[in-house]
């Protein structure tokens, strides 16, 4: 790499894509790290963007591996290809001490990271990904030991922290934040990377043609794009060819959008691998299940659906811009019971802690959903930069804007902004618990 070099201070930053795919014939070592946080739930979450570079840089004759510090070494597995990453409690940073829940280190401990490094050979170029914003202390530790171990290497990262808070991402010790896009045309993960993979993932379309006011898809793919299909079947046959693969995640966040055109002719394909189970865990768009729509998603051995209510009151309406009415949330209950989806099945996310809702508001979205025999999941509001929801916080809480930790969806509602305290927030699950175990 003469172009980019390690040790750089302040470090680069825009967009290093045309650079990077132009290498050819180098080692690229690629790293997921470790995540620290109060919890973390394997809802099929791997590095996507990551392998997708990874494979593609291969693709151009370059010779790559990976280092997942958050998967590599589970600690149990669970259903549908899942996994329980160990952990270990960890203390507190300062914006998290008043928090009265244990803080734990996901992934690999210290000496495990350390280890799989020792027994690297030395690559050329380093990429790290990044995802949650709050997540952030997980890729300085993993920067601060690959420098340590490879103090001449250049370092890259990259990933939705590294968009989203470049500013902050400048002080990660990389070499290069990529700030940009990054214009992969094949989302083909490199999946062979791990010793065993157990699930595939898919992203049949950009973006979303929604503009929810707390959300940053827009921001992420301004434009919303469907994929083709014939290249979404052959990154997803690609997937399904190892021998433990019987699951797929997508990662689509308006999977329904423009559906006669895109969900069907894709349920069509996806009919083609009758012994696979399909999982929507990003929640599905309500006012587009029909009875069509429930039928394709039956007959295609969809399993995991996570439905998008949100939820009734008035705020979560104007911060949806009115994407779901009761109406269509009901019908899309009855068309997908209709199908033969069980209750236990209908998980709906309800969200938590905007600015203005009350915990009434809440308590009668839950009770509404139950009513309905559905489950409900409540889905606490986290602050992105970038959005408008985003601003609208930062008036209330100036540190939003310099701490991401204080993004984090367990702690921003209870204990930044305080809208609600904690003994409602424990209140309002306790009810949506005891109701969805009534419901199953
Ligand atoms: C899939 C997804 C999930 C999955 C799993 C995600 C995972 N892997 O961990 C699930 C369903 C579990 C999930 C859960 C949640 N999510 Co989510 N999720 C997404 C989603 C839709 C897609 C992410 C993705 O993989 N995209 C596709 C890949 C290809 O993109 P990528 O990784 O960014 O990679 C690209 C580039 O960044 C680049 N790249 C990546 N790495 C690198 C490295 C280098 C060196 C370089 C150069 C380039 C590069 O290459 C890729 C191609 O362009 C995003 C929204 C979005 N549109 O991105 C929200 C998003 C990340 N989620 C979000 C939120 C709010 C949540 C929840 C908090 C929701 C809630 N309230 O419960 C939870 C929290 C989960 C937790 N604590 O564990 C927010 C971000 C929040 C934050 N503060 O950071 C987002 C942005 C959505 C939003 N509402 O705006 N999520
Ligand atoms: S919350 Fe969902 S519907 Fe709204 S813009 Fe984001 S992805 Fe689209």
């Known amino acids: 790499m003469t172009v980019l070099k390690a040790g750089v201070v302040p470090p680069m930053r825009g967009d290093c894509s045309s650079l990077l795919l132009a290498l050819r014939g180098i080692s690229v070592l690629g790293v997921n790290p470790p995540v620290f946080d109060f919890a973390f739930f394997d809802l099929w979450a791997r590095p996507f963007g990551l392998l997708c570079l990874l494979q593609a840089l291969r693709e151009r004759g370059n010779d790559v591996s990976l280092l997942d510090g958050l998967h590599e070494v589970p600690e149990k597995d669970r259903s549908f290809g899942r996994s329980v990453p160990q952990s270990r409690i960890i203390e507190k940073p300062e914006p998290y001490r008043g928090v009265p829940r244990h803080y734990r280190h996901f992934g690999l401990s210290e000496e495990a990271f350390c280890r799989r490094l020792e027994e690297m050979d030395r690559p050329d170029l380093i990429l790290v990904t990044s995802a949650m914003t709050y997540w952030y202390p997980g890729v300085f530790w993993s920067i601060e030991r690959l420098r340590f171990r490879f103090p001449d290497v250049p370092i890259l990262l990259g990933g939705l922290y590294a968009r989203l808070c470049p500013d902050h991402a400048s002080r990660s010790g990389a070499d290069f934040i ?21 699930f595939g993932l898919a992203l049949t379309s950009l973006g979303c043609p929604g503009r929810c006011s707390y959300c940053a898809s827009s921001l992420l793919w301004p434009r919303w794009g469907l994929r083709s299909l014939e290249a979404v079947v052959t990154e997803i046959r690609a ?5 433990e693969v019987h699951d797929l995640a997508f990662y689509d966040d308006a999977l329904l959008a423009d559906k006669e055109r895109h969900f069907y002719p894709l349920c069509r394909e996806l009919r083609r691998f ?25 007959d295609s051995s969809f399993r995991t659906l996570r439905l998008s209510f949100e939820g009734r009151d008035v705020t979560v309406a104007a911060a949806s811009r009115g994407k ?31 600015p203005g809702q009350s915990v009434d508001d ?40 310099e701490e991401p930790l204080l993004h984090n969806n367990s702690v921003y509602v209870p204990f930044v902004a305080s809208d609600l305290s904690a003994g409602e927030m424990q209140e309002l699950k306790d009810r949506a618990r005891r109701g969805s175990r009534k419901a199953v």
């Open 178 to 198: 990529q700030t940009e896009a990054f214009p992969l045309t094949s989302f083909h993960p490199a999946l062979d990377l791990y010793e065993r993979p157990r």
């Open 239 to 243: 997937q399904l060819a190892f021998p």
């Open 274 to 298: 009758p012994d696979v189970a399909f999982h929507a865990p990003n929640g599905l768009h309500v006012c587009q299940i029909d009875d069509r729509c429930a039928r394709m998603l039956r």
């Open 324 to 354: 779901v009415h009761p109406g269509q949330f009901e019908r899309a209950l009855e068309c997908l019971r209709k199908v033969g989806y069980e209750d236990d099945d209908l998980e709906t996310y309800l969200l938590v802690g905007l």
């Open 362 to 401: 809440i308590a009668r979205s839950i009770d509404y959903v139950l009513s309905l025999g559905a489950k409900v999941r409540l889905a606490e509001f986290s602050p992105i930069p970038g959005t408008p929801l985003f601003d609208e916080s930062c008036r209330l809480v100036p540190a939003l804007a």
